[in-house]
Each structure stands twice: as C-alpha cells, then as structure tokens.
C-alpha cells in the first residue's frame, strides 16, 4: 500500500454507485487498465487517481452488496460527481437506483453532478458489441482498500445477478430501454431540488456502455472530468482564501524550534 502522506492529494472525488453485478468494477478497470478482466464482488471500496491535465481525480469504487450499503453515504461525502450505474439487461438495477442508492448522494456536495449509466450495452446493441477499445496507455492507480483486484479463475457460474425472481423462480431480466434512463434522470434532479432548465441536460447525462468491449467508457469518464473542472477551480480558490495548517509543516517547525 502506498505511503499515505507521500500520496497526491485528489482535488475531486468521483464515486460509482450501484447495484452488485451492473458493472462498477469492470467499467474502472476498462477505464484505467484498457482490459475487461475477472472480477470478484467488491469488499468496501477503492479508489483509483486520476491525472487529467493539472489537477487528480479520485474515482471511487463501491461495493453493490446490501451489506455494504452503509458504507455509501461515506463514499459519496463532498463527491463531485456521482455516476449511478445499472445493468441494460435488468430493469431491477435501474429501480434500485432509486430505491436504495439515490439517498446515499445526500451527502455529495451540493453542486455535484449526477450521471445515469447503464452498463452491459454489448448484450443488447450490436454497436456497442461491435466496438473495438482503441488501447492507450494503462493508468498508474493507485489503492487505497484492496479489495479484488487478484484475478478470479475463470468460472462457469460467476456472480450471481441481483434480479428478483419471479413467482415462478425465474430471475427477470427485463431490459432498460434509454427512456427509462432518461425519466430516471429527471426524477433525480426533481429529487435534488433542481430544475431541469437549468441542469445539465439527460441526453448528455445518461449513457450506455460496455465494459467487457470499451464502448462509451472513455467518453463517460472524460466528460464528467471536464464537467468537474469548474468544481476543482472552486474548492482550489476556497482553500486559498481559508488555507489549511499543513500539520506535517506545522510539526517539523516545532521539532527544528525545540532543537535549537
Ligand atoms: N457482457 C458484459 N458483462 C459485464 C460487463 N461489465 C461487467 N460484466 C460482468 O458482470 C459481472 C459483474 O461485474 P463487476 O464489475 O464485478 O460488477 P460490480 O458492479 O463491481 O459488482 P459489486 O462489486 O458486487 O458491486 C462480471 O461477471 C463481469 O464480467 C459488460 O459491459 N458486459
Ligand atoms: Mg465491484
């Protein structure tokens, strides 16, 4: 684990919230590694920075598991943005945006801005099949709870979907049509207090990505850092007319007074 102190101080939190199985993981590894690899059901949460041009961006990864749950409004605390992610094929991760996840953003700040992304596209847009990730360089990351990154054998039963099951025992899988995406999209700014007019309009904000082949992956990440910009410019001129005690400074001026 890196050294704490030695670490670069993100300027901004961006935060993946979410059912289990949609995607989270898979979509940050995408993201930062050009890969869609084996992954396990995350324990708590890690978070990955980000450089993007002068400033670092931390994206934080949670954990979709119902006993994880409280652990999510102390994720999404001062996030700059939230990236609410759901599952194509399965109407149920969309209704549990609503349901379980949307309350947790409680304590983002209160300009922070909210994506709708559902993840899986390759299962039902042949585009979105179709697409080749075009590489680029991995990123550096860098964690701060380890939670699964040893790759998982290869197993013929992975994670089981969180899907309700039918009376008749079948899971339902119904899929998210981007309509849905988009009144959901507009239910949460109705939530937050917001008007529509003067919000960040849903056909920007609601996306469809793949993991497992790139698409849109990219494109979700990089708009929300440039939409975070004006976010970091905020909080940098914050702390310049209040700056905080460096307590590092403040204990090794000590040490060099009671020296001499
Ligand atoms: N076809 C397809 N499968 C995907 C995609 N993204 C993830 N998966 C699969 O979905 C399952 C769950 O992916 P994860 O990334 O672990 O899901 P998660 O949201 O992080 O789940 P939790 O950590 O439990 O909250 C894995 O079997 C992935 O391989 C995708 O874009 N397309
Ligand atoms: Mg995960």
């Not at 996840?101 to 899986?120: M, R, W």
């Not at 380890?146 to 309700?164: G, I």
């Not at 039918?166 to 339902?172: A, D, K, T």
């Not at 899988?173 to 009144?183: G, I, L």
Request: glycine share 6%; net charge negative.
């Amino acid at each position: 684990m890196p050294e704490v102190s030695k670490m670069k101080k993100p300027d901004v939190k961006v935060v993946l919230l979410g059912d289990m199985n949609v995607g989270k993981t898979s979509l940050l590894h995408r993201y930062t590694e050009r890969k869609f690899r084996d992954t396990i059901s995350t324990v708590g949460g890690a978070f990955f920075l980000k450089q993007w041009g002068p400033y670092n961006i931390s994206i934080w990864d949670t954990a979709g598991r119902e006993q994880f749950h409280g652990l999510g409004s102390m994720y999404c605390r001062g996030a700059a943005a939230v990236i609410l992610t759901y599952d194509v094929t399965n109407w149920q991760s969309l209704a549990e945006l609503e349901e379980r996840f949307l309350s947790l953003t409680d304590t983002a700040n209160h300009d922070c801005i909210y994506a709708v992304v559902g993840n899986k596209a390759d299962l039902i847009d042949p585009k979105a099949q179709m697409f080749q990730d075009s590489g680029g360089e991995p990123e550096d990351r860098t964690e701060l709870e380890k939670d699964r990154t040893e790759p998982q054998v290869l197993s013929s039963c992975p994670t089981p979907p969180a899907s309700p099951a039918s009376p008749s025992g079948m899971i339902l899988h119904k899929p998210v049509t981007h309509e849905d995406a988009v009144a959901l999209y507009g239910r949460i700014l109705r939530y937050k207090g917001l008007e529509e007019k003067s919000s960040l309009p849903a056909e920007k904000m609601c996306f469809e990505t793949s993991a497992k082949t790139g698409y849109n992956v990219d494109t979700l990440f990089e708009t929300l850092f440039d939409l975070v910009l004006p976010s970091i410019l905020r909080k940098r001129n914050e702390n310049q007319a209040s700056p905080t005690v460096d307590l590092e400074e403040c204990r090794g001026k000590r040490a060099r007074t009671s020296c001499c």
